[in-house]
Nanobody, 115 residues
Framework: QVQLVESGGGLVQPGGSLRLSCAAS????????MGWHRQAPGKQRELVAE???????TYAGSVKGRFTISRDNAKNTVYLQMSSLKPEDTAVYYC?????????WGQGTQVTVSS
């Protein structure tokens, strides 16, 4: 089983930046995909960005050009650099990992974009 622990959330003004980190532990070998999902109040959970073990990245259209996902396989850590943040980016952000078809989720970290 893969355990995921997120950090780096908080309150930021519109236009600001935040960096989320997620450390994986436990059964970390052969994790195929790591990424970030988010859930805003009253909305469904959605994919934000993900990266494969080979470095292939996918972004939601709403964050493309503003968010950057990166992965350090040696540290079993995935990052989400968020820039030009908007109020609509406010959500709980969840780290995710996919290994042999089985998904794991972190507990989530709150990101609030407000003046």
């Amino acid at each position: 089983q893969v355990q995921l622990v997120e950090s780096g959330g908080g309150l930021v003004q519109p236009g600001g930046s935040l960096r989320l980190s997620c450390a994986a532990s436990g059964s970390i070998l052969n994790i195929n995909v790591m990424g970030w999902h988010r859930q805003a109040p009253g909305k469904q959970r959605e994919l934000v960005a993900e990266v494969t073990s080979g470095g292939l990245k996918t972004y939601a259209g709403s964050v493309k050009g503003r968010f950057t996902i990166s992965r350090d396989n040696a540290k079993n850590t995935v990052y989400l650099q968020m820039s030009s943040l908007k109020p609509e980016d406010t959500a709980v952000y969840y780290c995710t990992a996919l290994k042999r078809g089985v998904g794991s989720w972190g507990q989530g970290t709150q990101v609030t974009v407000s003046s």
